[in-house]
């Protein structure tokens, strides 16, 4: 939707996560607070046993679980994708989701993900969490943040939407940094949300194909 046109409805995101659920209830309290034209309509998890299954729930998000390890990877993409156009999803976030799937041509730009640094640095399989943060200072890096970018078929890649940046203290842990890194995040993702539902986020004809994957 381009330009800054008003919607007549919410936009209807969907939310993937994995583990906990903190990115995705903060993105909701963040929506609800900053009365964002945005709401959560379908959190799916790829676990049935994650913390985030529960937590959301109690939230009263809907949720589904598609279990990574119930589905051959093929139906497993499949099965992801059923579930959020059922619930008419307009833009999905991946929030410390941490499977791999597929994304079909109909959802094209409109995946975005969340990384805990600033990317291209620290990123791909194998890099998430604390991970990243450890990474980071085995570097030395001066400084570090997050980073919200839209989503292809690579894990971590695909044109960079917004970065956050941050200063590496002296004496930073693992612990300290993930915690700031978090803060960041939170502001991050609920302002492409906020870019997305005010039509102000748009892709190049060009980048869309290129995010279209065979």
């Known amino acids: 939707m381009p330009g800054n046109v008003k919607r007549s409805e919410p936009l209807r ?12 209830l903060n993105l909701h309290e963040c929506l609800v607070r900053a009365d964002v034209a945005a709401q959560i309509v379908m959190v799916v998890s790829s676990r049935g046993d994650a913390p985030a299954v529960t ?27 059923d ?10 976030c991946m929030a410390g989701f941490l499977s791999f799937w597929r994304i079909p041509d109909d959802f094209a730009g409109r995946v975005i993900n969340i990384h805990p640094a600033l990317l291209p640095r620290h990123g791909g399989a194998g890099f998430f969490g604390d991970r990243v943060h450890r990474a980071v200072l ?20 695909g044109p960079v939407i917004l970065q956050r940046r941050m200063v590496v203290l002296p004496g930073d842990t693992v612990e300290t940094l993930a915690a700031r890194v978090f803060e960041e995040e939170k502001i991050a993702l609920s302002e492409v949300v906020r870019m997305f539902a005010d039509g102000r986020l748009e892709l190049p004809a060009w980048d869309v194909m290129n995010l279209r994957k065979s």
Request: net charge negative; proline share 3%.
């Open 55 to 81: 937590r959301c729930a109690a939230a009263g998000l809907p949720v589904t679980v598609v279990e990574r390890r119930a589905y051959s990877p093929v139906e497993f993409s499949q099965r992801i994708a």
């Open 138 to 157: 085995a570097a030395d890096d001066a400084e570090s943040g997050c980073t919200v970018h839209f989503a292809d078929d690579e894990y971590d890649h």
């Open 13 to 24: 995101v969907g939310v993937l996560v994995s583990g906990g659920g903190r990115s995705v």
């Open 83 to 92: 579930a959020l156009r059922a619930a008419r999803v307009e833009l999905v």
